[in-house]
């Protein structure tokens, strides 16, 4: 079974700390990983997508790791602020049109 | 995104009501789906439509059903509305591109309260 394994399920943080959060998938055969933000209240917001042959992306303060190996994906935060306050998604494509989502990480940064 | 509008807002009903969710989009995109969100799951996909003469099943479609009026519009509905519908609702929008790597655009949710 197709599965998306998060960890941690929640996160606290001080403004100005750097943050990792994981992301474990057994999704067969697979497409691509994507990265979603979820403000509360909002639609998620895709960060970063990322293929097999890709091992690093950056938007901004987020860096996206995939090792598609060992099926292991991270999202880096650097330099957290206030803002980045949310979920954060992992999902992988699988053929066809399939999606796997994760059942997020909830990320707090506190003053 | 204001580009993916979806009405109402929030909603609360009874059990056994009809009542129906919309959904409409401005990005000219010929996909559209239908999620819900439970507190501690992943969301999970209930219909999609690649265009307006598509409709599929996802994975939880029991209870639900869906029109495509329009490239631009993608309504769900549930015929008789019972307490475990209760979720948040997403409709997103992705267009047709080669490969896979689309990207989804969602709409802000309906919260929707079943009681």
């Known amino acids: 079974k197709n599965q998306v394994e998060q960890s941690p399920q929640s996160l606290i943080i001080l403004e100005g700390k750097n943050c990792t959060l994981q992301c474990n998938y057994t999704v067969s055969p697979f497409s691509n990983l994507r990265w979603y933000k979820q403000d509360t209240g909002r639609g998620p917001v895709s960060l970063t997508i990322?293929?097999?042959?890709?091992n690093t992306k950056s938007n901004g303060r987020y860096t996206a790791t995939l090792d598609a190996d060992t099926k292991q994906s991270s999202l880096h935060i650097t330099a957290s602020q206030l803002s980045d306050s949310a979920s954060y998604i992992c999902v992988v494509r699988s053929s066809g049109y399939a999606l796997n989502f994760g059942k997020g990480t909830s990320l707090l940064v506190t003053p | 995104d204001a580009d993916v509008t979806q009405t109402p807002r929030n909603r609360i009903t009874k059990t056994g009501k009809r009542i129906m969710l919309e959904c409409s989009q401005t990005k000219g995109h010929d996909r559209m789906y239908w999620y819900r969100q439970d507190p501690g799951l992943g969301l999970r996909l209930i219909y999609y439509s690649f265009d307006v003469k598509d409709i599929n099943k996802g994975e939880i479609s029991d209870g639900y059903s869906v029109s495509r009026q329009a490239q631009a519009k993608f309504s769900l509905s549930l015929e008789s509305a019972i307490p475990n519908q209760t979720a948040l609702y997403f409709c997103?929008?992705?267009?047709?591109?080669?490969?896979?790597?689309?990207?989804?655009?969602f709409g802000p949710g309906t919260r929707l309260l079943v009681l």
């Open positions: 990322m293929t097999f042959s890709e």
């Open positions: 997103a929008t992705s267009d047709r591109l080669a490969g896979g790597d689309e990207t989804q655009y």
